[in-house]
């Protein structure tokens, strides 16, 4: 049989049992969407994060303190990045090509001027100086505190675009004086508004010197990371292994014992947040495949009863001299059709809902969140809401098959 | 030529370990261009006979050759492609698709045949012209009349032009009218265009309308006669054309 006729035929039958036919795919649609949605957001969130680790640059970058591994969760709270590892890597003999170094502190808190209290997404100890050579953010009005500032501890601050506005509105912030954590610090700049750059929003920061973090608003003497720029991307490689070498020296570590610190790159970096976004969105998407599973069943439950509903009609096509292999062709056809019409809405409906969320997204966690309607999620709604149908409209269209065509027409 | 040809032919069939036989051991043949009507009361074994005749089911003792083959020398396919394109098959409850057109009805034969595509739209439109229903074409089966919708079954039965025509008790759910103008084709397609119908029924009327008849009596042939006075659908021609018409 022309698979022309086949493919109308099947149409018919999903045409005059629409509801039902409606109702039975139902669970491929929410499968499918299901797997869209976790895809298209997993995509989102690797394009997001992709882009902000490309900010860094690729000549930056960043030790961390622990192994790296992405199960030690104890990172925040190892204190073995400290001033002396500073020293050591900022001579040139161990880490000819170290361009900049800023070591960073991170802390929480509230923001408070003169009654008003702002609580800022991260309170910065770090070096203005690096953050304009290595961001190219320069605040644009007062200026940056300077190297000098961070020997004295000097309790000064820059604050980001929405701080600023937050705390003092439309009047001028420099030269006044904040209080973060019962310290007083003087406003030195604000930087305009800039958006998200490497990790961090800057206008929902304040940056102080790394030894006035250290000293007046965390209470610690070590940091928490080092963000270090290459005097040339090319150099990254060798970079790495002098600030490693140098660190294990610093850490007096034997050889073949772990390190107790980590150096990312931004390939290594890119590669982790890669596989990790892998990881989660196989997994949801392996949830959501259950749904098929179950859909599945019922577009096999469902093709059981048509073919049983039409006994009459196959021996009839028997009869006038359909093959076997014609009438399995037929109801495996009209199997994927509904498992078709069923991926399609669910693609719909999955692109749909993951638009909504990025909208969503894109309006409280990151500005910058863009929707994606990955290819491959097409690709695999079409393939495997295919597979399903066929997968389980074999049965029945065997079942239809071996009707033999006197039983099938004495049947009433 | 013998078109079809019996010998000694047995049916019979295992229920429960209870053996029942159906057939006897009947032998007839028919030639190419007769209109045979094979009559009998109910249980006398017709519809089995017919079964096997359209190669719908296999038997179990002597030997059937349909157009000097028998079952057992074709496939699966083979046998299905005989079942297309050589024979066209009429019943009682006419077994159409009821959702689908009386254009798409007569095609469904054609779906399963070797035949080009191209040659399809005109010999659906000369198999529904033979039994006087163009002016229903498009019409959903459903909509149409018992006679009308027999009349569209002997046009999918005349679709890839069959060597025989298996009309299994045509009449049966049809008023004598409908009846009449269904007999009526049947006579045209064979005494005009000169078609091999082997008509099933157990009306003796009905069976009368045939050039001969094979009286089937519990599994056996009892008779095996030329009709002399054949009943003629024409007669009441003036009635059904009309009524043809009229509809």
Known sequence: MRVKYIALSAFDAFRTHRSRALLTVLGIVIGVAAIILVMSLGSGARELITAQIGQMGAGTVVVLPGSGNPTDLGTLFLDSLTRRDLDALRRPQNVPNLAEIMPEVIVSGVVTYRGERYTPAAIAGGSADFFGKTFNVYPDSGSIFTEADIEQQARVAILGHTVKVELFGESDAIGEYVSIRGTRLRVVGVYPKTGQVAFSDVDDLVLVPYTTAQTYLAGINHFQSFIIKADDPANVDKLTHDIEATLRESHRLEPGQDADFSVMTQQALLEQVSTILGVLTAFLSSVAAISLVVGGIGIMNIMLVSVTERTREIGLRKALGATRRAIMQQFLVEAVVLTLVGGIIGMLLGGLFAFLASLALGATVASDWQFVFPIEAVILGVGVSTLVGLVFGLYPAAQAAKKSPIEALRYE | ?247
Do not use: C
């Open chain 2, 1 to 247: 030529m013998t078109l079809i040809e019996a010998q000694e032919l047995q049916q019979t069939f295992e229920t429960d370990g209870m053996v029942t036989a159906v057939l006897h051991g009947i032998s007839f043949s028919i030639e190419r261009g007769e209109f045979v009507s094979i009559m009998g009361p109910s249980g006398s074994g017709k519809s089995t006979l017919l079964h096997i005749l359209g190669f719908l089911s296999d038997h179990t003792g002597g030997t059937y050759r349909f157009n000097g083959r028998t079952m057992a020398e074709h496939t699966e396919d083979e046998i299905a492609q005989v079942r297309n394109e050589e024979m066209g098959f009429v019943f009682q409850s006419f077994n159409l698709l009821g959702r689908a057109s009386v254009y798409d009805n007569v095609r469904l034969p054609l779906l399963y045949s070797r035949r080009p595509e191209r040659e399809w739209d005109g010999r659906i439109r000369s198999a529904v012209e033979r039994v006087g229903l163009m002016h229903r074409i498009d019409y959903e089966t459903y909509k149409l009349s018992g006679g009308e919708r027999q009349r569209v079954a002997i046009a999918r039965s005349l679709v890839n032009e069959p060597r025989v025509i298996f009309a299994d008790e045509p009449t049966g759910n049809l008023d004598t009218a409908s009846g009449r103008a269904v007999m009526q084709i049947l006579q045209e397609l064979h005494d005009v265009q000169g078609h091999t119908i082997v008509l099933i029924t157990h009306d003796v009327e009905v069976a009368e309308y045939a050039n001969r008849m094979l009286f089937l009596r519990d599994g056996s042939i009892e008779r095996d006669t030329p009709i002399l006075e054949r009943r003629k659908a024409e007669e009441f021609v003036s009635t059904t054309r009309k009524e043809r018409d009229l509809i």
